[in-house]
């Protein structure tokens, strides 16, 4: 077969050689240039070209002739392409990102990016190419900061010298990959994985949630015959962290612990051989998760390490079990309950005052958000990103400070044991309520003016204790202030104040509101007149108004008109006459152009 497409070159190369040679010859006989170049398809440049080639070099100056410039700057230095390959060759399982990221950090001159020493390792037979695999398309998440999530599993496969199998317990920062836990576990019973856990928190600190499959070790939701807490459940209670579970096989949700798994499996444990005894199996790993956190560039953190972004928030902790009386415990067989303290009792004088609020300060992340219990956010303009609030929590409100300003009043109810978990991840014991937040204990002045903050419902309703209040449906999804002051309720959004309501509940109860607090603010102006635009009806019957497209119809096309701005819709005026009327959809209008003109 060789033989046959070398010979075919070969014919294709004489036919070419002689159809020019040909067109050659009846030029130098006398035909036009123009003629000849015409019905040898091709132009008159090429064929002076084949002249003047003919002249110097004779028959053998028709041949083709590379076209590969004589020299190439923008070429790859061969001691850089070497330096690829041997890179490739140490390290197998390193991809072009991170063999462009190595000789980046070790100072190579004229670094390659990614795509170039990719090239490089094609063009040097370093890469086996796969058939492409559509996977599914999951959404990716992770948390804003780090010590907010920890992912934890059990993973099998360190086997040692007389043929048993160990386990591994590991636990990852969501936000940073930075290994928390690593710990070998010769029985994966709950009590080993708790301390292991709570080795990890005096360590490290106490992070706000944990997201754990539904193993035996850390929930008892599956038990027989009764669902029960298992000592998993209890840690997480004890310390205030908020437990999650993922669904029943989707193992995509703890991707991060899963994909450190596949990791740690390639790149150590398929290379090592049995281990002597569980001892030398911990130093081993402990060893390669320490490159891992402090060494291993990760291509999620932008080739940051782990350690580069990960911060603890160590907390003094109380003395747990030893893990050698826990196994000796696991062993023997049940005994008392093993003792779990984290963090360390309060004293005498904090367990007689009352936790009615807590304080704590907090960088809105890149992300807008400031991270509240329960999985909940608060979420804030661009413009506030990292800076640094203050946030008042209590049963039923949460105010956000900045600069000594309130700047957010939320309804948000959350329990004792949610307060407590802000005290031992930082909190303080929180003063009074920020601007003189109404207090449900003392009784309100009749003509003391009280503010709510509301969401209207997909009806146009918000709530008042157990009154719904509908506000109509321009407000729908919307985010109110409610103002009582004496008989009256003031509806303000955006700064304006759209609506003007009898108060539908008496000042006694005003107090008692989700989120009251004393007005400091004047009341918005009401408008004093219609707003009014002036528009150009264009040539298919319609124009723009505050992102409305109106249309009056092809009858008024080229006529200016005037738009008059209500508070449901806008109404068309030609002169004095009103032509047409349209709803207007969404919120209040806050800002349009007058005269475009």
């Given at each position: 077969?060789?033989?046959?497409?070398?010979?075919?070159?070969?014919?294709?190369?004489?036919?070419?050689?002689?159809?020019?040679?040909?067109?050659?010859?009846?030029?130098?006989?006398?035909?036009?240039?123009?003629?000849?170049?015409?019905?040898?398809?091709?132009?008159?440049?090429?064929?002076?070209?084949?002249?003047?080639?003919?002249?110097?070099?004779?028959?053998?100056?028709?041949?083709?002739?590379?076209?590969?410039?004589?020299?190439?700057?923008?070429?790859?230095?061969?001691?850089?392409?070497?330096?690829?390959?041997?890179?490739?060759?140490?390290?197998?399982?390193?991809?072009?990102?991170?063999?462009?990221?190595?000789?980046?950090?070790?100072?190579?001159?004229?670094?390659?990016?990614?795509?170039?020493?990719?090239?490089?390792?094609?063009?040097?037979?370093?890469?086996?190419?796969?058939?492409?695999?559509?996977?599914?398309?999951?959404?990716?998440?992770?948390?804003?900061?780090?010590?907010?999530?920890?992912?934890?599993?059990?993973?099998?496969?360190?086997?040692?010298?007389?043929?048993?199998?160990?386990?591994?317990?590991?636990?990852?920062?969501?936000?940073?990959?930075?290994?928390?836990?690593?710990?070998?576990?010769?029985?994966?019973?709950?009590?080993?994985?708790?301390?292991?856990?709570?080795?990890?928190?005096?360590?490290?600190?106490?992070?706000?949630?944990?997201?754990?499959?539904?193993?035996?070790?850390?929930?008892?939701?599956?038990?027989?015959?009764?669902?029960?807490?298992?000592?998993?459940?209890?840690?997480?209670?004890?310390?205030?962290?908020?437990?999650?579970?993922?669904?029943?096989?989707?193992?995509?949700?703890?991707?991060?612990?899963?994909?450190?798994?596949?990791?740690?499996?390639?790149?150590?444990?398929?290379?090592?051989?049995?281990?002597?005894?569980?001892?030398?199996?911990?130093?081993?790993?402990?060893t390669w998760v320490h490159s891992y956190n402090h060494t291993r560039p990760h291509q999620s953190l932008e080739m940051a390490t782990p350690a580069q972004v990960f911060r603890p928030h160590v907390l003094p902790v109380g003395t747990p079990e030893t893990a050698e009386a826990v196994a000796a415990e696991t062993m023997v067989g049940p005994t008392e309950p093993m003792r779990l303290p984290v963090l360390p009792p309060p004293s005498s004088s904090e367990e007689n005052l009352p936790l009615q609020a807590v304080e704590f300060e907090a960088v809105v992340s890149p992300g807008r958000h400031v991270m509240l219990p329960q999985a909940r956010s608060l979420k804030f303009s661009p413009t506030l990103v990292?800076?640094?609030?203050?946030?008042?929590?209590?049963?039923?409100?949460?105010?956000?400070?900045?600069?000594?300003?309130?700047?957010?009043?939320?309804?948000?109810?959350?329990?004792?044991?949610?307060?407590?978990?802000?005290?031992?991840?930082?909190?303080?014991?929180?003063?009074?309520?920020?601007?003189?937040?109404?207090?449900?204990?003392?009784?309100?002045?009749?003509?003391?003016?009280?503010?709510?903050?509301?969401?209207?419902?997909?009806?146009?309703?918000?709530?008042?204790?157990?009154?719904?209040?509908?506000?109509?449906?321009?407000?729908?999804?919307?985010?109110?202030?409610?103002?009582?002051?004496?008989?009256?309720?003031?509806?303000?959004?955006?700064?304006?104040?759209?609506?003007?309501?009898?108060?539908?509940?008496?000042?006694?109860?005003?107090?008692?509101?989700?989120?009251?607090?004393?007005?400091?603010?004047?009341?918005?102006?009401?408008?004093?007149?219609?707003?009014?635009?002036?528009?150009?009806?264009?040539?298919?019957?319609?124009?723009?108004?505050?992102?409305?497209?109106?249309?009056?119809?092809?009858?008024?096309?080229?006529?200016?008109?005037?738009?008059?701005?209500?508070?449901?819709?806008?109404?068309?005026?030609?002169?004095?006459?009103?032509?047409?009327?349209?709803?207007?959809?969404?919120?209040?209008?806050?800002?349009?152009?007058?005269?475009?003109?």
């Open positions: 077969m060789g033989e046959i497409a070398e010979s075919a070159g070969t014919a294709d190369e004489d036919w070419t050689v002689e159809h020019r040679f040909r067109a050659v010859v009846e030029v130098l006989d006398g035909a036009p240039v123009a003629e000849v170049a015409r019905r040898y398809g091709t132009s008159r440049q090429s064929l002076h070209t084949w002249l003047r080639r003919f002249r110097e070099h004779g028959r053998d100056g028709l041949k083709d002739r590379s076209r590969r410039p004589h020299t190439s700057p923008s070429r790859v230095p061969t001691e850089v392409e070497l330096a690829v390959c041997q890179l490739r060759q140490s390290y197998p399982k390193w991809g072009a990102r991170r063999i462009a990221h190595e000789l980046a950090v070790r100072g190579v001159a004229n670094a390659p990016g990614r795509s170039t020493v990719h090239r490089i390792l094609v063009r040097n037979g370093l890469v086996n190419h796969q058939v492409q695999v559509h996977r599914r398309v999951y959404k990716r998440w992770q948390r804003d900061a780090p010590m907010q999530l920890w992912q934890m599993d059990l993973m099998g496969g360190v086997f040692l010298a007389d043929g048993r199998e160990c386990k591994l317990v590991t636990g990852i920062d969501d936000c940073s990959r930075f290994i928390v836990i690593a710990t070998v576990l010769v029985q994966p019973t709950g009590r080993a994985v708790c301390q292991a856990f709570i080795e990890a928190m005096r360590r490290y600190g106490v992070p706000s949630e944990m997201l754990t499959d539904n193993g035996k070790q850390f929930t008892g939701r599956y038990s027989k015959p009764l669902p029960t807490e298992v000592m998993f459940e209890r840690v997480c209670r004890e310390n205030g962290i908020n437990q999650r579970l993922t669904k029943p096989r989707s193992p995509t949700t703890t991707g991060k612990i899963e994909r450190f798994h596949k990791t740690l499996r390639r790149e150590m444990l398929d290379h090592s051989g049995p281990f002597a005894d569980p001892v030398a199996a911990q130093s081993a790993i402990d990292g800076r640094t609030v203050t946030v008042w929590v209590s049963h039923r409100t949460v105010h956000v400070v900045l600069d000594g300003q309130l700047v957010r009043t939320r309804s948000m109810s959350f329990t004792d044991a949610d307060l407590q978990g802000l005290v031992m991840r930082g909190g303080r014991i929180g003063g009074p309520e920020p601007l003189g937040g109404v207090s449900a204990d003392k009784p309100l002045a009749p003509a003391a003016v009280v503010e709510v903050d509301r969401k209207a419902t997909k009806d146009g309703v918000v709530s008042l204790g157990q009154t719904p209040v509908a506000l109509g449906t321009e407000l729908i999804g919307k985010h109110v202030t409610l103002r009582f002051d004496g008989s009256l309720m003031y509806v303000i959004h955006a700064g304006l104040l759209v609506k003007t309501l009898t108060a539908p509940i008496p000042h006694q109860r005003r107090a008692k509101l989700t989120g009251a607090r004393t007005a400091t603010t004047p009341l918005p102006p009401p408008p004093s007149q219609p707003r009014r635009a002036v528009r150009r009806v264009g040539a298919d019957g319609t124009f723009v108004v505050a992102r409305h497209k109106l249309r009056p119809g092809v009858a008024h096309a080229g006529k200016t008109v005037t738009v008059v701005i209500e508070e449901t819709c806008f109404r068309v005026l030609d002169g004095e006459v009103e032509i047409s009327t349209h709803p207007l959809k969404g919120g209040p209008v806050t800002r349009y152009i007058a005269d475009p003109r």
